[in-house]
């Protein structure tokens, strides 16, 4: 199945590039796990940057030990696999009796951004009340050598803080205060040069997309330059302050509109200082909720790609045939490597990180609802993702055996139905819903929803498949999408419509038979029906085994 942008609201937090055109591949963030006692401290610990090889992690800290107020600390490990070292501070050569902050180290290594405050005075050679500065070394096992002030025009008479920089080294983010062209008081700005050695042109504010008006800070810029995280304090958070997200295509298109990263990453409290690993599959964040050691601590998140692409719930050849066909295309279901936002094109790297979940099963982050329908016995269908369990109404059979993939439950079309309460609203966005189906008659209806209509039916004068699914009262009428391909034939039949906020779809075993461009959907409230239309009307109630019921909070095509 290919997937595409929908809606975002699932166990663990789903996200969704928010843009017209879905820009990459979606993926999900595994749950934010404390960096330990190792790390955090009883003191404030926020901004964080890894070496290429992960072998050195750079963070800013209150605690005891330091040269003045916040430090940068270094923590070093042998492997991947080994816990880090207990934290060393980098010496009176970098930190200072002023506060040292948001430390970005460069690809090589042997570059070190970060920010300097002044509650009075500057640093010798700042220019306001804070600045960008950078250390470098020769080598990684020599030692830093004295901080640069990155000058102007990258630095200004006001506060000029959090610099990331991208691993070619060409493009930097940093947020300043108040600057001249901003949209509200902290602002996300970004400064490029043509190569490494020259100098970093006039900062660009990032505009609308980004910014918001309120406060926006502490940037984090992916190392392939087309991913952004920023902590932002705009209305509708979750918390004090939260981490947002934004995209863009290349370096040379503009960002996208910046989205939440919802509830599972962001807190009831204050969350920011969001950067990426340099391999792109963990987030690293600051955040004061409880449970921290001290005021903020240092967090991971895991980026998870999805590469279930055909909804399964299983990593196997269906998924590698949608990589193959897709294969060489900017396809923005199917690519999802290197990064988890892929790279503009379907190729060895997305072959990749598909292999590396070859076989493995992976629960489905879109499904809203899974009737499975294999019980033995009892008057319930559990729902297996969820908490929307059917009632069955009537005295529908369980064939434990006899279904498509395991057991069905057969109805007698004449009062037989599983009911439910509320699960989906049609109007609230992109959505799918699948089953198998094997009987039925003309008219016959397989799901409808109360006080709504029939999703998936056989239509009344042939049994081919349809959906009453329809815009909105007040916008020009719309008839029922009817297919030609009839489904009440006595076989097997796996059924679909398919919602992607422009098109309505139909499908019987996976290929599409039906379609038209639509713009939304009328919204419903009401439970669902399986076996009979909304008012139970005779003629409408299944004759027939139906089977694997599934629901979609996303567009999901076969």
């Not at 099963?361 to 016995?377: N, R």
């Not at 461009?517 to 009979?532: H, K, M, N, P, R």
């Amino acid at each position: 199945m290919k997937i595409v942008c929908g809606r975002s609201w699932v166990v663990g937090f789903l996200f969704v590039l928010a843009s017209a055109v879905p820009l990459r591949a979606d993926f999900l963030f595994g749950e934010p796990q404390s960096l330990g006692p190792g790390i955090n401290s009883a003191s404030n610990e926020a901004g964080i940057t890894l070496s290429s090889d992960g072998l050195e992690l750079y963070f800013s800290s209150q605690r005891s030990g330091g040269q003045g107020d916040y430090d940068i600390w270094v923590s070093t490990r042998q492997s991947v696999n080994d816990a880090w070292d207990p934290p060393a501070n980098l010496g009176a050569t970098v930190n200072s009796a002023y506060t040292e902050l948001y430390p970005c180290l460069s690809s090589d290594g042997l570059t070190l951004y970060f920010s300097d405050y002044y509650s009075g005075s500057p640093r010798p050679g700042g220019l306001g009340g804070g600045d960008i500065w950078m250390t470098t070394r020769a080598r990684r096992d020599e030692p830093w050598t004295t901080p640069v002030n990155l000058g102007a025009p990258v630095n200004s008479t006001n506060l000029d803080m959090s610099p990331t920089v991208s691993a070619d080294g060409l493009t930097l983010v940093f947020n300043s205060n108040n600057r001249a062209g901003g949209l509200g008081s902290w602002d996300v700005w970004m400064s490029t040069r043509p190569d490494v050695q020259d100098a970093w042109s006039q900062p660009v504010n990032l505009g609308p997309a980004v910014n918001s008006g309120n406060w926006d800070g502490e940037s984090g810029l992916s190392g392939d330059g087309r991913a952004l995280i920023f902590g932002s304090g705009r209305t509708g958070l979750v918390g004090g302050v939260d981490l947002w997200f934004s995209t863009r295509k290349t370096p040379a298109d503009a960002w996208t509109n910046g989205v939440s990263f919802g509830p599972v990453v962001n807190s009831v409290r204050d969350d920011g200082t969001g950067r990426f690993s340099p391999d792109m599959r963990t987030l690293y964040f600051c955040s004061d909720r409880p449970g921290t050691l001290g005021g903020y601590d240092l967090y991971a998140a895991p980026i998870i790609p999805i590469v279930d692409f055909n909804g399964d719930e299983t990593v196997d050849i269906d998924d590698l045939l949608r990589v193959i066909e897709s294969w060489g295309q900017d396809d923005p279901a199917i690519d999802v490597g290197p990064a988890p936002w892929g790279d503009g094109t379907v190729d060895a790297a997305d072959l990749e990180v598909l292999m590396s979940y070859w076989g493995q099963e992976i629960a489905s982050p879109y499904l809203v609802a899974h009737w499975k329908l294999d019980e033995t016995e009892g008057t319930v269908a559990a729902d297996s993702v969820g908490a929307n369990d059917g009632a069955l109404v009537g005295d529908a059979i369980w064939q434990p055996t006899s279904g498509k993939i395991a057991g069905a439950l057969q109805f007698d079309g004449v009062d037989d139905r599983v009911t439910t309460e509320f699960v989906f609203d049609p109007s609230e966005g992109p959505f799918s819903v699948f089953a198998w189906v094997q009987g039925g008659a003309p008219g016959q209806v397989l799901i409808s929803q109360v006080d709504g209509v029939s999703w998936l039916m056989a239509d009344p004068s042939g049994g081919a498949l349809m959906t009453e699914l329809s815009p909105p009262a007040g916008r020009k009428a719309i008839p029922p999408l009817v297919s030609e391909t009839v489904i009440t034939d006595g076989d097997w039949h796996r059924v679909a419509f398919v919602w992607d906020g422009v098109t309505r779809a139909l499908y019987v075993d996976d290929a599409l038979v039906a379609e038209d461009t639509q713009f939304g959907l009328a919204g419903c409230s009401g439970g669902l029906d399986i076996g009979c239309d909304k008012a139970m009307t005779p003629g409408t109630f299944w004759t027939g085994l139906i089977d694997d019921v599934r629901i979609y909070s996303r567009a999901v095509w076969p």
